[in-house]
């Protein structure tokens, strides 16, 4: 994949980024089965891991409003990786032993270097403003949005 942005499978996921932008109970959603995956797929996706737990913890807190000092095309960029990771439908599926998650890790990773700047800005506020550093909690997640959505 040298050329995210080529890839055909990933520029499907990124045209559907832009309806998740101002739904929140669609991005609850994708944020829940992201955290869910999350952890099962922990050892296949190596340092990937991290970085789809940063991006769903950015995420989190763009939708819930309390972090937006990000551009929208990286946000999107963010939302469509969250997509990818969690559609069972790859470039290479993820039921293949030892090959399945390459893809997803290729994403992940691709996607953390294209908007590194907004990542190290988020890094920073997150840190400042004491966070939760467990993206996984899939219950805390679902509160937080809960809470969210009935405002």
Do not use: C, H
Not at 3 to 11: D, S, V
Not at 20 to 48: F, I, R, V
């Amino acid at each position: 994949m040298s050329e995210l942005n080529e890839n055909k499978f990933f520029k499907k996921y990124l045209k559907k980024a832009s309806s998740y932008l101002g739904n929140k109970e669609k991005s609850t959603n994708l944020l829940k089965k992201a955290a869910k995956l999350a952890p099962d797929k922990k050892g296949a996706l190596g340092e990937a891991w991290e970085k789809v737990n940063l991006f769903i913890d950015l995420f989190k807190s763009y939708i819930n409003g309390s972090y937006r000092d990000i551009s929208t095309k990286s946000i999107l960029t963010v939302i469509g990786a969250l997509i990818y990771f969690v559609s069972p439908i790859d470039a290479i599926p993820d039921f293949i032993v030892g090959l399945g998650f390459l893809d997803d890790a290729t994403i992940l990773a691709y996607t953390f270097k294209q908007i590194n700047k907004d990542i190290e800005k988020y890094k920073i506020w997150k840190e400042s403003n004491n966070e939760k550093n467990d993206s996984s909690n899939i219950v805390e997640i679902e509160e937080s949005l809960q809470d969210e959505l009935k405002d």
